[in-house]
């Protein structure tokens, strides 16, 4: 089974940027389609985006064009670039890895959580 850690999160300033890593140990994420969850406060968990084993990418509408999903099969992690913040996205992010590779509707392995504050 794999094990995810999520990294990178904190507080910034509307219109800043964060990037959150995944990385992940016990299997090799390379034939795994990899998904980022957050949980809003006092919501449930919603779908960011995902990508591929082999590297496409989707997201939901409210972070097309901010956000950037990637993966680096080298170092086993994943990476979310999150540009253009505003407090909406303030959430604890998670990631998440599926081992059909090509989508992430029953993931196997979810991470703990990072915390990303956006606030002035």
């Known amino acids: 089974q794999v094990q995810l850690v999520e990294s990178g999160g904190g507080v910034v300033q509307p219109g800043g940027s964060l990037r959150l890593s995944c990385a992940a140990s016990g299997r090799s994420l390379s034939s795994y389609a990899m998904g980022w969850f957050r949980r809003p406060p006092g919501k449930e968990r919603e779908f960011v985006g995902a990508?591929?084993?082999?590297?496409?990418?989707t997201y939901r509408d409210s972070v097309k064009g901010r956000f950037t999903i990637s993966r680096d099969n080298a170092k086993n992690t994943v990476y979310l670039q999150m540009n253009s913040l505003n407090p909406e996205d303030t959430a604890v992010y998670y990631c998440?890895?599926?081992?059909?590779?090509?989508?992430?509707?029953?993931?196997?392995?979810w991470g703990p959580g990072t915390q990303v504050t956006v606030s002035s």
């Open positions: 990508i591929t084993w082999t590297g496409f990418t």
């Open positions: 998440a890895a599926d081992s059909s590779g090509v989508r992430v509707r029953n993931p196997g392995s």
